[in-house]
């Protein structure tokens, strides 16, 4: 037995994994070409830009003329399919990224319209939708409003009714802490061709977290307008150690530029430190890495339904995000399986998560993350919000052999009543 001697695992939890593997490795080819796609994609957009060893080694104080920097953009532009893009290691998350697309593009007056529903956690405080004279976009005097999805898929009636009052469209690609379906590309495209036959001047902005390489084709390719998302997951590879990125049509991605910085100085100055080296290598990783993350997902997926919980999505049903939900419906229970999957982590195995207040989350979120980089969650991670139906939403996994690890020391913990 290839884990006798090695890791101490329940002889049920070796025969069942044998199983899952077994019964999803049909779509291990699938997740593969992909990749091999979105790789062919990176590489040619950093010969196309004649990336060169001086690009890797950054800039300090103001940065005026870092082309490592500016190069960095336009190579991350071409691998989305975008005009132009804003990647920054002073992006200190995703949700800084998307609050800096929406800040810039938005003015008072101006209407917001999500069509994938409430936003996810950490946005409602950004919105205005929770908590009171913090800076949020209400403050400013911009609106608010959503359509609810339909059967799980955005209301392309309703966004088109609400479409005429509202200037910026937000369209949530992943699941978030939530059951429903991740948004694909092409329907993405569609909702995008509803809100602007109905308003021809409006913008979507897509929050792409956990989405970016998942599909050969990213949502700006498909008619989003602009694209942001954390550095600390997908498009980083689990290399790059901080910072986030915007991409999409060169003039919003201006404004953006304005907004990070400040008006005037825009994307001409933020030093790149010693950062570059980390972000371009990760962006070279990152198709096979989240090639990696994805058979980890659809490992645990058929694993844990073959145990008998329910999972979403199913192991066999398409994705258009990294993220798999394992319903557990029991609060102890959420706890052991994050315990399991800390275990399995090469950094920090020797811990046991314990939920905590995170700020920016309305309930009290449990983590397990024993990552390099500290909270990236395309390394294997499980974080769940302590709240009915007690769901774990796990995802990463920097290799497939990690990653499946870290999903049967879960499993073995559930199997386990201590
Ligand atoms: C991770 C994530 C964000 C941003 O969260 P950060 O932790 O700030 O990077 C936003 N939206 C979704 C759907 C996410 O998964």
Known sequence: MMYKGLIDLDPEIIRLS???????????????????????????????????????????????????RDTLDQVFAAAFDAEDALVRHSFVSGTHAIATALFGLLRPGDRLLSLTGAPYDTLEEVIGLRGEGNGSLKDFGIRYAQTELKDGFIDLEAAARMAPEAKVAYIQRSRGYSLRRAFTAEEIGQAVRAVKDANPDMIVL????????????????????????????????????????IAGRRELVELCAQRLTSPGMGREVGCSLDELRWMYQGLFFAPTVVASALKTAVFAASLFE?????????????????????????????LRFCEGIQRGSPVDSMVRPEPWDMPGYGCQVVMAAGTFTLGASIELSADAPMREPYAAYMQGGLTYPAGKLGVMMAADRLLQKR
């Not at 979105?38 to 005026?64: E, M, P």
């Not at 954390?230 to 689990?238: A, F, Q, T, V, Y």
């Not at 999972?311 to 049903?317: G, I, Q, T, W």
């Open 18 to 68: 044998q199983a899952a593997q077994n019964r999803a490795a049909y779509l291990f080819d699938a997740i593969d070409a992909t990749a091999e796609y979105n790789a062919l994609k990176v590489q040619k957009a950093f010969a196309d830009h004649r990336v060169g060893a001086a690009h890797l080694s950054g800039s300090t104080g103001y940065g005026y003329d870092d082309r490592g």
């Open 306 to 334: 073959l145990m008998g919980y329910e999972v979403s999505p199913r192991f066999c049903e398409d994705r258009a995000d990294i993220i798999q939900a394992v319903i557990l419906r029991d609060s102890g229970k959420l």
């Open 206 to 245: 897509v929050d792409n977290c956990y989405g970016e390489f998942v599909q050969p084709v990213e949502p700006t390719g498909a008619g989003a307008d602009l694209l942001a998302g954390s550095l600390i997951k997908n498009p980083g590879g689990g290399i790059a150690r901080t910072g986030g990125y």
